[in-house]
């Protein structure tokens, strides 16, 4: 019998001994209660944080009682943060007591943002940095959500924070923390403006000019159909009059008609919005599009109609997005997971992305170009964790007519360097820098190449320490997975990784976004 199923049987019968049915602070006095007096007048934190460590896997063997494994994931954050080697364990018990109770997960997601902040707070060299950009990969995550429930004050904050702190160590992310910040900022005078248009509405009923431009701006720059509803009256065009309301309805609960007409509507209503706004219309397009090819199970002329409002919708936020790209120019950061959709550039393997980051599979070779090019010399700096498996991502990256790869903690997890050159493995030649990739972890990697004539320098710095400064000929920088019409990609070999952010910055010149199709 293993540790682990010792535990188990233990509590078990601690459990049955006890008669625990519902009083769970008493449950817990007798099962943790002695521990935890221990652990208080223990002169080191570490006790604390492995009392913390057990009372969450004493949490995981109870599925019949939910009022005390709550209690648990309770006191797990309690007692992990007292001291910061039980923090970890706090932030796992938030997700977990997030998970168990979801009207409580709003507060579980603010607390992890504190335990971060400590974090940061307490680290120093490269770990700091490490810490400093998971805190800022967080303020924005949380940001977004926040933005997503209209709690506009809250989001402004985080996102302020995030500029701060990324500022600090000098993180790619400040960029987009700050334009996410501003749009925030500018959401919030459009919704004073069209407060500010009811009210005069209100006072003159009959101003239809007014109603037009309110409801259009709830609609179209505020993204809010809802609230375009409650200003349609007198003056406002049939058309609007019959599908904002629809467009106020959940997916689900609109008939298949409905998706069909408001989703080609919509369209319709990109074809005069400009850059985010459009991108929203033309989202909201494809979204009611595809639930309509999904639940019409008939290829006829209205499903081909949908099919082809679909492709139109893609290739139009592509277009939006290569604008958005170029705008940037050189000395901005691209933010390239914005840009990337994992159906269309994943050339080997299945990539997902969603809230948190691009995920690999963990399959052999798994390979993903970013839809982004450009010439000359560039930065790109990239934050990860690895969740399983023994080697962490692969950067492939263009050189001119050539092209290298950095391995980041290969063969057996500690390698890193750029591969192949002179022919030889990343283990094995004059960039191999060892240091243990542990699973779990968080790396910042800013990659520098700078393309001089024949010769190119490339640069590495990993958690904000330079690890790698090379210079040799662009024919000794050469990758196998380098394709002449692709430029940087990301591979994960037999690793489960979370790509959490992605930056690309020319030196010179300017990126475009690209189609691999």
């Known amino acids: 019998m293993g540790p682990g ?5 233990t509590l078990l019968l601690l459990l049955a001994g006890t008669g625990i049915a519902g009083n769970a602070a008493e449950s817990y006095r007798r099962l943790y209660g002695e521990r935890e007096k221990q652990a208080l007048a223990s002169a080191t934190k570490e006790d604390d944080a492995k009392l913390a460590a057990d009372l969450l896997a004493g949490a995981e063997e109870l599925s019949g009682d939910a009022e005390l494994r709550i209690l648990l994931y309770e006191k797990a954050y309690e007692i992990g943060r007292r001291g910061t080697a039980g923090y970890r364990t706090a932030l796992r018990a938030l997700d977990l007591l997030g998970e168990a109770a979801p009207e409580r997960k709003p507060g579980c997601e603010m607390l992890r943002i504190d335990v971060l902040h400590d974090l940061y707070r307490y680290r120093d060299g490269h770990a700091k940095v490490a810490a400093g950009e998971e805190l800022v990969h967080e303020r924005i995550l949380l940001a977004r959500r926040r933005i997503g429930r209209k709690d506009w004050a809250t989001a402004r904050k985080l996102l302020w924070d995030a500029v701060v702190v990324a500022g600090r160590i000098e993180s790619a992310r400040k960029e987009e923390a700050d334009i996410l910040r501003k749009a925030v900022e500018q959401r919030v005078r459009w919704i004073g403006d069209a407060k500010a248009l009811a009210e005069k509405l209100k006072a003159t009923p009959s101003d239809h000019e007014t109603r037009r431009e309110l409801v259009r701006m709830c609609l179209v720059d505020l993204n809010d159909p809802a609230m375009a509803a409650e200003h349609l009256g007198p003056g406002a065009p049939k058309e609007w009059a ?5 467009a106020a309805m959940e997916i689900p609960n609109l008939s298949e008609p409905a998706l069909l007409t408001v989703g080609e509507w919509y369209a319709s209503l990109a074809a005069d919005a400009k850059d985010v706004p459009r991108r929203l219309m033309l989202m909201r397009s494809r979204d009611l599009l595809t639930a309509y090819v999904s639940r019409h199970g008939v290829e006829d002329e209205t499903r081909l109609r ?3 409002g679909i492709r139109d919708a893609e290739q139009a936020i592509f277009a939006v997005d290569g604008q958005l790209v170029k705008r940037a120019g050189s000395n901005h950061w691209v933010d390239l997971l ?5 159906k269309r550039d994943a050339a080997k393997g299945r990539w997902v992305k969603d809230d948190r980051g691009l995920h690999s599979d963990g399959g052999k070779g798994s390979l993903l170009w970013f839809p982004v090019r450009g010439s000359g010399g560039y930065e790109v700096q990239i934050f990860f964790v690895r969740h399983s498996g023994d080697s962490a991502p692969v950067l ?18 500690d ?13 094995s030649n004059e960039t191999t820098h060892v240091e243990q990739i542990v699973p779990g972890r968080p790396y910042r990697v800013h990659v520098r190449v700078d393309p001089d004539g024949k010769n190119v320098t490339v640069k590495v710095c990993l958690n904000g320490t330079e690890i790698i400064s090379w210079r040799g000929k662009q024919e000794w920088f050469v990758h196998s997975r380098r394709s002449p019409d692709r430029w940087l990609g990301v591979e994960a070999h037999r690793a489960r990784i979370e790509l959490r952010s992605a930056k690309v910055r020319m030196i010179k010149g300017d990126a475009e976004l690209v189609s691999w199709e």
């Open 396 to 413: 492939v990256l263009p050189c001119g007519e050539h092209g290298g790869a950095l391995v980041l903690g290969g063969w057996g997890g």
């Open 306 to 308: 949908a099919k082809l």
């Open 338 to 342: 914005s840009v990337t959709d994992p």
């Open 415 to 427: 390698k890193t360097g750029l591969h192949q050159i002179k022919r030889r493995n990343a283990d």
């Open 5 to 9: 199923t010792l535990r188990t049987a």
């Open 242 to 246: 019959e599908r904002i309301p629809l």
